[in-house]
């Protein structure tokens, strides 16, 4: 079910569930072990008060039944939906919310899922980061900031995250907290496995501190925390 799951439209060719599944067994007893496993999802759902087609064959392919919904879909139509600014950043808010973590957080050792999990995990990042850059872009800098620690959490090593993300703290007028963000991930990340990927902090502090120097210079009030 988590394997059909994870596909786009909750379908998924009976070639790849074996090859996942059952990859050390023929293929006449991959596809009876299949079969078999159908079947006892099919006798389970009877024994419940509601009875819904949970999973069936479709042709090739195992397929999730009308009635299911599956947040993987959901999350992917959403990242498909196009539009204006708005429109877009409302479907990416939506995919966003959609995330609650890893797909089959639990399930190890299986190359497939592993994949699926990751592609999955890559598009999450790749919506905070799109979904940030929109908030900015319309000097909604809270949003930004709330959506930038969002992924800086989910990848710590993420020295372009953690860079957006003390940018937004500034724009804010936060300019404190930027420049203890970047102090701060500066030194997590400037160990041996990660010390290249420390100096766009390092580029990004000195200029923070130059703008929080002439702000300073100029009798500004200083920045709210």
Same mark, same amino acid.
């Given at each position: 079910?988590?394997?059909?799951? %994870? $596909?786009?439209?909750?379908?998924?060719?009976?070639?790849? &569930?074996?090859?996942?599944?059952?990859?050390?067994?023929?293929?006449? *007893?991959?596809?009876? *072990?299949?079969? $078999?496993?159908? $079947?006892?999802?099919?006798?389970?759902?009877?024994?419940?008060?509601?009875?819904?087609?949970?999973?069936?064959?479709?042709?090739?392919?195992?397929?999730?039944? %009308?009635?299911?919904?599956?947040?993987?879909?959901?999350?992917?139509?959403?990242?498909?939906?196009?539009?204006?600014?708005?429109?877009?950043?409302?479907?990416?808010?939506?995919? &966003?919310?959609?995330?609650?973590?890893?797909?089959?957080?639990?399930?190890?050792?299986?190359?497939?899922?592993?994949?699926?999990?990751?592609?999955? *995990?890559?598009?999450?990042?790749?919506?905070?980061?799109?979904?940030?850059?929109?908030?900015?872009?319309?000097?909604?800098?809270?949003?930004?900031?709330?959506?930038?620690?969002?992924?800086?959490?989910?990848?710590?090593?993420?020295?372009?995250?953690?860079?957006?993300?003390?940018?937004?703290?500034?724009?804010?007028?936060?300019?404190?907290?930027?420049?203890?963000?970047?102090?701060?991930?500066?030194?997590?990340?400037?160990?041996?496995? $990660?010390?290249? %990927?420390?100096?766009?902090?390092?580029?990004?502090?000195? %200029?923070?501190?130059?703008?929080?120097? *002439? &702000?300073?210079?100029?009798?500004?009030?200083?920045?709210?925390?």
């Amino acid at each position: 079910m988590q394997f059909v799951g %994870s $596909h786009r439209r909750g379908s998924a060719a009976r070639s790849d &569930i074996l090859a996942a599944l059952w990859p050390n067994l023929d293929g006449a *007893r991959a596809r009876n *072990r299949l079969h $078999h496993t159908l $079947h006892l999802i099919r006798k389970a759902i009877e024994a419940l008060p509601d009875k819904v087609a949970l999973v069936g064959m479709e042709g090739e392919a195992v397929a999730l039944g %009308s009635g299911v919904a599956v947040d993987v879909a959901d999350f992917l139509r959403h990242l498909d939906c196009d539009g204006e600014d708005s429109e877009r950043l409302a479907a990416l808010l939506a995919a &966003i919310d959609l995330y609650k973590g890893d797909l089959a957080a639990d399930w190890t050792g299986d190359h497939t899922i592993e994949s699926r999990r990751v592609a999955l *995990r890559r598009k999450y990042l790749a919506a905070l980061a799109e979904a940030a850059a929109l908030c900015r872009n319309s000097e909604d800098f809270e949003q930004a900031i709330v959506l930038l620690q969002r992924r800086v959490q989910a990848d710590p090593t993420d020295s372009e995250a953690h860079v957006e993300y003390a940018q937004a703290l500034f724009d804010a007028g936060r300019c404190d907290a930027a420049v203890d963000h970047c102090r701060r991930a500066r030194l997590m990340l400037a160990d041996a496995d $990660h010390a290249t %990927s420390a100096q766009p902090l390092d580029d990004l502090l000195k %200029s923070l501190q130059q703008k929080a120097n *002439r &702000i300073g210079a100029q009798g500004a009030p200083a920045a709210p925390m």
